[in-house]
Every structure is written in structure tokens, then in C-alpha cells.
């Protein structure tokens, strides 16, 4: 291994030499107490929440949760539930630290090391603090984040020494963002006509590959297999109908600073797809003028919820709400067809001219529009307007963005862009000079990922449907891991979940689809704590392969590892059963458990598309795998799709924070 850089030590940091604190006070919460000591230091806008168990309680660590966005270090006070973070921590001999990273909310950071090295003199002084309420000695701190937290989180092992252990979870690489979601938003114009035919494809017994590329246009064809070479999960595509973009609409104005040509070049210049008169690009453009002829304005609404701070979410801190609907009517109205996300409405007249809104929805001569993030002057622009203003209508920005990936191939390490290379490693597209991924990776966390995390001991958690920080980018951490410090094992660990996409949310968009992972981040924050504290090795790494973007795993647990158990669910013997209304359908489940697995709690099963599995069933189990049967009579005709979710607990007791889910889907035709 080699000798590791300069560590950063808050205690050398004239910064941070003068701790306050303002609040210390016993806080109720849902079934426990903790003491909340909240202050930051002077001269800095460094801001600190400490939630302390009760003395016996306490076992000598310490918890330390980094938002994807800094700026509001009592975000955990409103989680609730398996989301609770202080619960989950005072409820395990630990505990919660959380601080805006030194960063006032929405303010910018002309020193983008102020995250972790902010990050770390809170860690220093919640000891220091620790040690005088409970005595003892120095207590064990582990840091813990997902999505652009996990960028943080990386940030804060490799350059410091503050922390035993780490666990980043959901995690991108220094080329992701935005990268994923540009490929993400591309693909999905492009295939928003056969979308509902490949999430059928996607389901047991939907239609087949050859009779779904019949169906295909050849760009919708190609589209659809670079997304999949790139690395989005095939079975993500049942959620389209909810599958936003993500954070990219905030990226346009990013990318007009850091590269001001890139718009102008992708509709002008040879080998850009926007210079390609019969691209789909074209056809999905938007750009009008037109005058208002009516419009109604609503005020800006007080937001009362407490700032998102989670991994699909946080970006979101800056989305300014409506107290009802704002619309516009032109004097133009909108093809049937048109592609509107991501267009953008500027007025080009009048006494707001250069002002821009965001288009939300385009039907007919009405434009429902939106502010952008963070644009609190919405409601005094609009004061101004007035019938008889011009606007422009405009999505080029926005499409062209969705092709930015294609033209910033890395040189090497990144097997997912081989489809945007030649036969010899060339780039097939013109490239822009500029590594936007790069800048942007670095800027959120002030370094970028080295794969050197010293003596520190790390878990990470990844999804193998997560469609943001897509599967391979975890294990392109691994693999650096690898490359600095030979073998990982003694130090590392990777625990990939099925089933489970980017959010770390208790209730996920489609629990009939998917699971959460939470359970799984928590049984690693305890695993981490037990492999530093008491040299107990965690569970192995996720047995997994990776084929360019595309990650598998084997379908038994005994085979996968890890600590996510498999279930197979059949119905009359098949993926696919038939039968007629009011004849009795046989389920059965098979569920395996990992080598040290735990034991399975629970299987839940639903008939009927209610995803808060309403009939609990039983199983037959003997350690190491279970089954559990139902039966059960449809009296309508129709495609049911019923799923069944097992529960196990990887240390045996009932805990709702460490609650690990896995399930499994089987189509009925009610005839």
C-alpha cells in the first residue's frame, strides 16, 4: 500500500478553536429520550446538532449522517419511522451527529474542503463533548451517506483521520453525475412511445425481447440497448411513469457557465446529433414566440416541511412552492405531441424581460409554468407582466443537455461508455474539452475519490435497480479499492440489495416493486461498529459480475451472499398461471438466507395490488432456507400481479430499523 498523503486534523485548524453552544435540552421523541446540544464555532458558519442517549444507554460511539446537501443540521428532527436517524442511533448505544458541513443553507463555497474538514471538527468536539457527559474514552465515530453524501462520506475517510469506520451507500463515481441523468433523460424521450411495452417486457411472462424490438423504430431500438450497455437496470423501466429526471433540469444554467458553446456547437455542428435533420432531437424541439393573452399568478407559499435532506430528494431544497396553479395563455398552442420537459418560458417583452420560468405542462394555448429552484422573486417578477408580453417557448438547451455524456468519454476505466466508442477505444462522437463530471464531483466535496481510506473499516451499500448512482459505480470504487490497497477484504466490504432503487425512504414509490434498503444500511452501520470495536469480520461482499454498465448476481442467496435473502415465488408451478374466476390459485415461496443471515421474521403477501401486503402469512423454515404457501381466488377476470415479501433480521432480534426485505413477483390471468 502506498504512504498516504498529509491528513487534514480539525485540532491544527485556527478555524476552529472556539466551540459554542447555544441549546442543551432533553427532547421526547417516538419512544425514547435524547439530549439535543446544538451550537457551531465562531467566526464560522459551521452549525452542529448533537442527540445524546440516556447514560446507560450508551456504548461508546457515535453515528454521523452527511446530507448529498449541506446546510441544515437538524434535518433528522422530522424523520420519523425506519428514517429516523437519531432513533436508530440512540436506540444502538450511539450517538447522532449532524451538521450543515459549514455551509450556510444555498450559500456558495468558495473552499470546497470546508465539507469535510467542517464535518470533522464537529466529529472532534462531539467527543470532546461525550467524554464530559459520560466519561470514558475516546468514543468510536463511524460517517455515513448516500447519493452525493456518499461523495462526503469518501471525503471525509480519505482525507482525515476523524473516523473508525464508513459506510457510503448508493454511491456515484467522479464521472456520474450528470452523466447518469443526461443517459437517463435521453433514453426516456426517445423510447416515451414503447415505454409501456418494455415495462411489460420487464414483468414474468411479458412480451418477448424479439417481439418488442418488432415493435421499435431503429433509434428507439439503439436507444434502448445503450441505456441498458450503460448500465440503467432493465426492470427499472416499470416505473416511467413516475421516473422524473432527477436533478438535471438544475444543470442547464451549469453547463451554459462552464461551457458556453456546447448549445450552440449540438445544434450546428457535424456529429452532434442536433446537426442530423431526421435525429429525434429535432422533432421533439420546441422553440416559439408568442404574445400572453391571459394569465393567472398565484403567490409564493410559506414552506412549512422541514428541508430534504435524503438521497433522492435533497437536491429539492431549493424548490420554491405555489399557493395554486400559475398559467399562461398564448396565442399559440402546443403540438398534441410535444416533448416539454425541461423547456424553459422567458418573457422577451415588457417590464420582466430576460425573466425565466419553467414549463410544467403545454396543453392546447395553455402553459403551466413553475419557478426554478430557488427563485423566491417569482411572485414580483409576475407583478409585472402583463397581457400583451412576449415569450419564448424553448427546450434546446434541455434536449441538447440529454446528449452531454456522449461527448465527455472517459479515456478508460469506465467499461459502460464502450457503447460510444469505436472497435479501437476511440471515441465514436466529438468531444468537449471540458470533464464537467470531474469539476462537478470535486466541487461537492473537495476531492475526489482515491480508494485510500487508511485504517478506517467501510461497508458500502449499493441497489441493484438504483436508476440514478447506477450498480457498476460501486463497484468501480471497489475495484479502485483494489488497485491501492491489493486485497480489499480486510478492510472493505460491498452489499449490493435487490430490488432496491436510489431513494432511502421507508416507503419506496412501488413497494409492490421494489424494497427498501434501509434495513440493510443499518445492519452495516452495526456491522462496522462490531468490526472496529470488537474484530468481528462482517458478512461478505455481494458475489456479483459486471459486463460493461450491466451488473447480475446469482438468484440464490447461499450463491449471492451478502446479507440480502432471495425469494422465489411460483404460482401453480409457473412464473405465468392461467385459470378461470373463482378457481383456486397455489403460491409458493422459496426463500433462501446468505451464510450468517440471520433468520427470516416474516412473509407478507399481496393479491390484489395493495402494497402494504395485508395478508401475513406463515413459513416452514430450517435456518438457512423457508417456504410459504397461500392459496387464494380471483373473482374477476384479468392480469393480476401478485407479490410476496419475506423479512429477515441479520442479527435475530425484532428491530424495526434493521428490517431487510426481499421479494418476488408471479402474473395470474384471470380468465
Known sequence: MQERKKLYDPSADEAFQKPFIDRDEWLEREGYRCRYVHGGFEGTELRFAFFFPEADAYRGRFFHYLSPVQGDENAALSMHGMEDRIGFAVTHGAYYVESNMGVASFASMRDTTIIYRASAAAAEFSRKTAREMYGGGRPYGYVYGGSGGSYKTFACIENTAVWDGAVPYVTGTPVSIPNSFTMRARAKRVLRRVLPLIADHTEPGGIEKEELYSKM????????????????????????????????????????????????????????????????????????????????????????????????????????????????????????????????????????????????????????????????????????????????????????????????????????????????????????????????????????????????????????????????????????????????????????????????????????????????????????SDWVERGIAPNETTVYSVEEGIVTAPDDARLRKGVQPTVSLLAGGEKCAVCRCGEEVEFAARIVLPERGGRLTAVEWSFDGRSDYPEKGTFLSDGETAEAYARHRFEQAGTYFVAVRCISQLRGEDDRFTRIFALDRVRVTVK
Not at 413516475?242 to 450546428?268: K, N
Not at 403567490?299 to 396553479?325: F, I, N, Y
Not at 436510489?502 to 434495513?519: A, F, I, K, M, N
Request: glycine share 8%; hydrophobic share 40%.
Open 217 to 528: 423504430t431503429d433509434e428507439e431500438a439503439a436507444v434502448l440497448e445503450e441505456a441498458t450497455r450503460f448500465g440503467f437496470p432493465m426492470r427499472d423501466w416499470f416505473m416511467y411513469s413516475i421516473l422524473d429526471d432527477g436533478s438535471l433540469p438544475i444543470f442547464v444554467q451549469m453547463l451554459r457557465a462552464a461551457d458556453p458553446e456546447y448549445y450552440t456547437d449540438f445544434w450546428t455542428k457535424e456529429g452532434y446529433f442536433g446537426a442530423d435533420p431526421n435525429n429525434s432531437v429535432n422533432r421533439d424541439r420546441i422553440r416559439f414566440e408568442a404574445r400572453i393573452v391571459e394569465m393567472n399568478i398565484p403567490g409564493v407559499e410559506e414552506r412549512k416541511d422541514a428541508c430534504p435532506t435524503g438521497a433522492d430528494d435533497a437536491w429539492k431544497r431549493g424548490r420554491v412552492s405555489l399557493e395554486g396553479k400559475a398559467w399562461l395563455r398564448l396565442d399559440r398552442s402546443f403540438p398534441s405531441d410535444a416533448y416539454v420537459q425541461g423547456t424553459y418560458v422567458t418573457l422577451i417583452s415588457g417590464e420582466s424581460r430576460g425573466y425565466s420560468v419553467v414549463l410544467k405542462e403545454g396543453r392546447g394555448d395553455i402553459a403551466v409554468i413553475e419557478p426554478f429552484f430557488g427563485a423566491c422573486d417569482f411572485a414580483e417578477k409576475f407583478a409585472n407582466v402583463k397581457p400583451g408580453d412576449g415569450v419564448l417557448v424553448d427546450n434546446s438547451d434541455y434536449i441538447a443537455l440529454q446528449s452531454l455524456h456522449i461527448h465527455q468519454t472517459p479515456k478508460s476505466g469506465y467499461p459502460s461508455w464502450n457503447v460510444y466508442r469505436n472497435a479501437d477505444g476511440t471515441p465514436k462522437y466529438p468531444q468537449r474539452p471540458l470533464d464537467f463530471g470531474l469539476r462537478f464531483a470535486r466541487g461537492g466535496c473537495g476531492s475526489v475519490q482515491s480508494g485510500d481510506f487508511g485504517n478506517a473499516k467501510v461497508i458500502a451499500v449499493a441497489a441493484l435497480m438504483d436508476e440514478s448512482a447506477l450498480p457498476w459505480m460501486a463497484d468501480w470504487y471497489r475495484r479502485l479499492v483494489q488497485e491501492v490497497r491489493g486485497d480489499d477484504a480486510p478492510h472493505y466490504r460491498l452489499w449490493y440489495v435487490d430490488r432496491a432503487f436510489h431513494g432511502d425512504q421507508e416507503r419506496t414509490p412501488d413497494d409492490l416493486h421494489l424494497v427498501s434498503y434501509l434495513g440493510v444500511l443499518h445492519s452495516a452501520l452495526l456491522s462496522v
